[in-house]
């Protein structure tokens, strides 16, 4: 079995969705490897901007979606992570209530 730790890395499929219902947001998208397969069960954190502390977590399902419900407006991080794989962190951005969709491309 060959092992490329540290050399994997987590692709963020191109979307993270901003859907606002009053000052609430959904963020979601799907997490892949370098061959294109979803990760199921990758750790999601996401990440107060200011300090780093946790606001919530999550784990992707089988087809490697994650949706992170109820998103207060406000200034964040989202770090992704998983056992033999680079953990991702994005820069900040921002979710607020004319923020409805973001593209992030892959890292």
């Known amino acids: 079995m060959r092992t490329n ?9 191109v979307l993270f969705l901003f859907l606002h219902q009053g000052i609430q947001a959904q963020i979601s998208t ?3 490897n370098e061959k294109e397969t979803p990760l199921a069960f990758a750790n999601v954190l996401l990440l107060k901007a200011s300090d780093t502390s946790l606001v919530k977590g999550t784990i992707t399902e089988k087809d490697g979606l994650f949706r992170i419900d109820d998103v207060n ?13 680079q953990t991702y962190r994005s820069t ?8 409805r ?7």
């Open 92 to 99: 900040v951005f921002e979710v607020k209530n004319k923020n």
């Open 73 to 85: 407006d406000g200034t964040y991080l989202l770090e992704i992570s998983m056992i033999g794989f």
């Open 101 to 107: 969709s973001r593209n992030w491309g892959t890292w």
């Open 30 to 32: 799907v997490v892949f």
């Open 5 to 13: 730790y540290p050399f994997n890395r987590l692709f963020i499929f």
